[in-house]
């Protein structure tokens, strides 16, 4: 009888999986040009490469960790709106956010070797298993092919049960994709398969911390170096960028 309770119960309430919270703390700072509109970031063999926006500012750049400075870069056409931007093979694709344009470039020069359509606004991008992963300000994840960005499938990012929109710069750590909110301090951690974030860390003073002001100011760009297992935090038109370790998730 307690057993049928119990199965009742769980069948009426279904209840979500509980979200952890983790701490965090700073490992280290870094210099971050302050005029970079950050809107996409990732890091591979041994330099960030990051992509920014604003009409006739967006350009997509390898950037030296230790002076901030861009060893290479590129810019977009001044009419397009640079978004998020994720390495595929021997190529850097980016989004824009309202041309329903994405280009490519070659990882190796930056230079531009084609360009593709889709569907809606382009927010984040990442690479998880294959697929292209663009976010686009809803609670909405579209997986793409990256070769022909045919949509695969798409999942709801929910919190506690509940969608979750504004989900922007994206990274995949371990199979897991991780997520900035827009507007928020938040970074969350995604279920790929089910959408359901599983994790959150609340970054609430890195901002002031780095001397960032303004409203356009927020925290975007989250970059993993997988092989040093080092985890790249910063924001739009911030001056610093920074290494963070997650600690205490319960
Ligand atoms: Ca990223």
Request: hydrophobic fraction near 40%.
């Amino acid at each position: 009888m307690i057993l049928l309770y119990a199965l009742a119960a769980a069948a009426v309430a279904d209840p979500p999986a509980p979200v952890e919270r983790c701490g965090y703390r700073i490992v280290e700072s870094y210099p971050h040009d302050a005029t970079s509109f950050t809107q996409g970031l990732f890091w591979d063999e041994g330099h960030l490469y990051e992509g920014t926006g604003q009409y006739g500012q967006s350009r997509v750049a390898r950037i030296d960790l230790k002076t901030g400075k861009a060893l290479v870069q590129t810019k977009l056409p001044s009419d397009q709106f640079g978004e998020g931007i994720t390495r595929w093979g021997d190529q850097i694709i980016g989004v824009t956010w309202q041309n329903g344009v994405g280009n490519r470039w070659s990882i190796k020069d930056l230079k531009r070797v084609g360009t593709f359509r889709y569907d809606g606004e382009g927010w984040g991008l990442t690479m998880v298993g294959g697929s292209l992963v663009l976010s686009d300000g809803s609670s909405q994840l579209r997986f793409l092919d990256p070769a022909t960005m045919k949509e695969q499938k798409r999942i709801t990012v929910r919190f506690g049960g509940r969608p979750l929109a504004m989900i922007n710069e994206l990274e995949t750590i371990d199979g897991q994709i991780w997520a900035n909110i827009w507007m928020t301090d938040l970074i969350v951690r995604i279920d790929p398969a089910s959408g359901d974030i599983k994790s959150y860390v609340d970054l609430t003073g890195l901002k002031a911390d780095a001397g960032a002001n303004g409203g356009d100011s927020v925290l975007n760009g989250i970059a993993w170096d997988a092989r040093k297992k080092r985890l790249f935090v910063t924001g739009k038109y911030w001056p610093k960028l920074y290494e963070i370790a997650l600690a205490d998730c319960r």
